[in-house]
């Protein structure tokens, strides 16, 4: 498209395998269940766990009757805080150890008689089936004296603290005076909206299975971070770290809610450790719902302010989310209103208020998918006071470095993604007046909002071996959530020593690995890339140094930059060598090559590039709704989303991903949200079937484009594609929503009631 | 799940012997329902009595033109019946609008009927819910009360009836079959549940070890339609639900036969607005007019306030849709 990156692009030419459609290399095993997931490694003599929930919000166990389950045929054991060993307590968070992040509660499961909210587990059955051990668990029953709880978001939320910022994530932001701007202001608009929680549903629920072998233990578990599972897990069991093996090679979907340790790991090894057998515990959907953090809810306000050319004068926009009290972080809810718009005042602030209930965690863009749906409604909303164009109105703030930090972008198209959305969505063809276009009775409306996630990485450590024969071994522990992350690493080791995809295996998934990044953040792919290019880069320069030394090798002599890796070896114009044939020249067996990461001297140069460049993942959301004027049931019709990804890896597993987050997106418009009861801080819908996500039959034929420009301070110039996809979704859908019916709904999900 | 003792009888009578003489016995269907009540404590029947082997399975032809449908049917067999399809559309669409294909491909017509109401209450064990546990108290009263029910409601009970077929059903005029232990027996579907009263444990006129064994359709002349408004396209429970049959000559309605879904605690038929339609014009306003009437009795909480004003709107859509797409043919 343009040549503004000209310098950086590869001479040669276009690579082999990267950027095109190539099916995931574990589509086969996946579809034939061959690829095992947590739950289902067999063993012998295996047993297998159910927990028990408590049910009130507060207070403590003063009896718990385990007779009755105890009596089942079958049941093993019956682990409560009387009997169960005891595991150290959760490290204490500290940014000097990001692994303490992992600890999902700071609850002491099973070593306390307190309880922290309304279904955390007070006990674990142990039995020879999973039906027994959760008749068994429904037959345990705890007393409780019961202390006072605050559950009530919304009844709360006055008595939120304001938000600590830290290194990586800043609360707060203050440039001129945006609200004496925004008072002064001919156009305003000033809202405030609310977001619901929302539960983790990945398709897998939580499962594990542990081994001790005396003091070593295997852990079966589908996690989005092993490095991290394992150093606590060492530190909750008093074991080295070089004594547990965590194997992870598929996990059935993470959004997040894989990503740090939840009480059904916790409670699977510890269960395991007591009865001395090998122990699965799957949770049920319900458990899930009940030990699994989940998004925070959000109250916030955003309002802007406006000449008469729609040039923004102020942007304010603060948050309130909540915590549990045992756990849980602030999102970084505001923070994309630091760098999408031109505004000469932004007044930013976030807030929280920790409740008695569980911990909330990262789900897909924490801050960022809510963040978005209030600036981009207000946005949109500001466009309807200045009768202007939402498109023009964004394109005409388009600032052009960081409004708030003042640094360059390292990618920013989103003009250019808005000018093909546009054409491509027909926007021209959008009657402005709401309620003014139609199809038949239903009223059709149609909205945009921008997309926008920060790109960061971390490391890898990755160690490449290629075998006699030319084929390579790309080792490296990184996390195969269902995205396609091997299928990328394979793609790009291949393109990189120049030989055919089926001849690279990624072995990935497991503690013995070379350590990979966490699958998290949209950072994994970017991360792991890096380290597979610079050992593809190491195996060359051991390959041309054995071909150097060979005495007949038309390679003898020559540089590493010199020749070109294609067709499974290395060439200087039309002369060279295999890489067989340079191996089998020096009597090799194979070569090796290891990268390892050092990530304290990768984050220290991150924070400085962090003063020069602002790295993100944009895009422009597309959407089109029906409303029948009747029911005010909404159903959205058309999508159309263009991404300012970098350069895509893989075009068909990258499109899922952001074809997986607009439908995330879709689903917190219009109908998900945790129902937490407000008297007793129970969730209500713990179920599919009464947690809405859409189904197939809500979701539109999604067209993802993307520009495909890489971003010269990535690897390869990608950019992560995992959390984009979500953001400014649920805003295209109010947005066209508005313009369907002429109503602004403000709190999510925009369920027809609103509506009407 | 609570150990139990199964059963699986090959003819009626056996299976109406083994349900009336085993205390706390339960049929079993297609399970769609009631193994997922086992699994969560709810339903504990000591004796499952499997009568998915008995020859309940056919739908027949009745002289007159009617149907009537064995109860072991599947939902989705009904939905795609070529004669269902032609004389009760509302009843096609109800079924295919409940559930998903692979719960209607289990589901049966008898099991339908006696499906119990999805309050998450009812399903939450540490909750109050006179319908599981008499006498607990309801916390969907003061609680998420959303889905529930505004017509037909107790102080005891707002629990919503589930069913969509049901509703088809009791617009139909369909008469339930029964066997028990004293012989056959017959009763009308809009006869058959229960409102909740005091006792809302107590759900249908079934007594132990009554069994039903078909649904009888009488002949319909009117064109009919089933409208479903939920939170999602699909598998989501009716906000509210309408089926209707409607016959229009000469600009007035010369039959009219009107049931709500998912606003009552029993499948509803709207005979208050049928009353007022009969012999009147077949137009929005007399469709609005008869549908605020029905719904003048709705007794709602803060959740579910929406549903009379949804419910009116919805009962106007439909019975303007049979207009206008032939509401003099069939």
Redesign the interface.
Known sequence: MSTKYAETEQATAGPKYVGRAVDRLDGRAKTTGEARFAAEHPYPDLAHAALVHA?IPRGRITAIDTAEARAVPGVIDVLTHENAPAMKPAPKVSFLDLSTLVSGTSVNYLATDEVHWNGQPVAVVVAETP?TA??AA?LVRPAYQELPAAVDFAAEEPNAVPQKGSLIAETKADKGDAPAALAAAPYAVDLTFTTPPHSHNAIEPHATTAVWDGDKLTLHEGTQNIPWLRKHLAQRFGVPEKAIRVLSPYVGGGFGGKGSVWAGTLLAVLAARATGRPVRLALTRASVYHTVGGRTPSTQRVALGADADGRLTALIHTSVSRTGRTGGMGEQITAVSRHLYAAPNIHLRQSTVPLDLLANTFMRAPGESIGTFALESAVDELAWELGADPVELRMRNEPERDPVGGQRFAQRMLREAYALGAERFGWRERDPRPGAMRDGRWLVGMGVATAYHPSIRMTASVTLRMAADGTVVVRCGLHEIGVGAATVQAQIAADELGVPLDSVRVEHGDSDLPPGPQAGGSMQTASAAAGVLAACAKLKRTLLGLARRAPDSPLRGRRLEEPEARDGGLYLGGRGQTYAEILAAAGRTHVEAAVKSNTLRFLTRTLRERRKWVKAATGAQFCEVRVDP??M?V?VSRWLGVFDVGRVINAKTAASQLRGGIVMGIGMA??EQT?I?H?DG?I??P?L??Y?V?????IPRIDVRYLDEPDPTMPLGLIGVGEVGITGAAAAVANAVRHATGKRVLDLPI???KL? | MRPFAYVKPTDVEAAVRAAATEPGAKYLGGGTNLVDLMREGIERPDTVVDVTGLPLDTVEELPGGGLRIGALVRNSVLAADGRVRARYPVLSQALLAGASAQLRNMATVGGNLLQRTRCPYFYDGASACNKREPGSGCDAIDGFNRGHAILGVSESCIATHPSDMAVALAALDAVVEVRGVNGPRRIPLTDFHRLPGHTPEIETELGPGDLVTAVELPPLTAASRYRKVRDRASYAFALVSVAAALRVQDGTVAEVRLALGGVATKPWRAREAERILLGGPADEAAFRHAAEVELAAASVRPGNAFKAGLAVATITATLRELTSTGGTAR
Not at chain 1, 694 to 698: E, F, K, T
Request: hydrophobic letters at 25%; glycine letters at 0%; zero cysteines.
């Open positions: 049910t039906e959760r008749y429904s009747d029911t049931e159903r219009l109908s129902l009861d008297r129970r209500v819908n179920s079937s009464e809405h859409p189904v197939h039959a809500d369920t027809l009631d009407l």
